[in-house]
């Protein structure tokens, strides 16, 4: 007599799982650990990042102040070139002896040196126009009292000596200089300014600016002209009101 015994097909673990649920929940643990480690490394690398590169707007990178503008005390001078049989000044010399003066006495500088050539083959004409020079320094109303005369030695300068008018003032400049491109323009991953932005700008406004002083702080105020307040206060009472047409105001 055989005895037959009943066995399940799909037999049921312990645990009450089959082995599909048992793949499932591994593989889901796989997934979550693989986005735990994700995140840890992009919470790395975002701190490496922090930390050995620079956040943009960090650094200072304004133009004002990689090419800043520098006012100090400098000289000023014109040269003149004179062959060695001049005996009076050109109309062009003389044009540059009243530009000197216009800029000397806006400049506000006390005195005005004319430093002639000593040793050279142009002393003796030098030594012609030097009173040619200084009347027309008076004309452009320059006082004697403000005119200097010194010299130079020159004997090594052949036939170029010239005679130099010189003044001190204050001068506007950008200390850095101009034209460096040592920075590769198509590669900025911090998009930074390049070295040379704004160079070009900083050096023309300090050429142009009439009184460097300006720069240092605000001139004071000046006092009120009251016949002029009056002149326009009267010419608006005239004409301003016919033409802006307040009403209730007489035209």
């Known amino acids: 007599m055989s005895i037959v015994k009943n066995r ?3 037999p049921r673990p312990l645990d009450g799982m089959t082995g599909a649920d048992k793949s499932a929940k591994k593989t889901a643990g796989n997934a979550f650990k693989v986005s735990l480690l994700m995140a840890a490394m992009l919470v790395g690398g ?13 650094v200072p990178s304004d133009y004002r102040t990689k090419h800043p ?10 040269d ?13 010399d003389r044009n540059v ?3 000197f003066a216009f800029r000397f006495k806006r400049s506000g500088a006390r005195s005005v040196r004319i430093v002639i050539p000593i040793g050279s ?6 030594r012609r126009v ?3 020079i200084s009347a027309e320094l008076r004309l452009a109303g320059i006082r004697q009292s403000q005119i200097a005369t010194t010299g130079y030695q020159a004997s090594a300068h052949g036939d170029a000596a010239s005679v130099r008018l010189v003044y001190s003032a204050m001068t506007a400049a950008v200390a850095s200089e101009c034209g460096v491109w ?13 070295h040379n932005f704004g160079c070009a700008t900083q050096n023309n406004l300090a050429s142009m600016i009439a009184n460097p002083a300006d720069l240092l702080g605000p001139r004071g105020e000046s006092e009120i002209d009251a016949t002029r307040r009056d002149k326009v206060i009267s010419d608006w009472r005239e004409d301003g009101t016919s033409k802006i047409n307040l009403p209730g105001l007489d035209k």
């Open 8 to 10: 399940a097909l799909n």
């Open 46 to 58: 975002c701190s490496s990042y922090n930390k050995d590169h620079v956040t943009v707007g960090s």
């Open 69 to 78: 503008i520098v006012v100090s005390d400098n000289e000023v001078y014109e």
């Open 80 to 92: 003149l070139a004179l062959s060695a049989n001049t005996r009076k000044l050109s109309l062009r």
């Open 97 to 99: 002896v009243r530009d």
């Open 121 to 126: 083959r142009n002393e003796r004409a030098a």
């Open 130 to 132: 030097q009173p040619q």
């Open 182 to 194: 040592n920075d590769d323009l198509a590669r900025s991953p911090e998009n930074r300014n390049y």
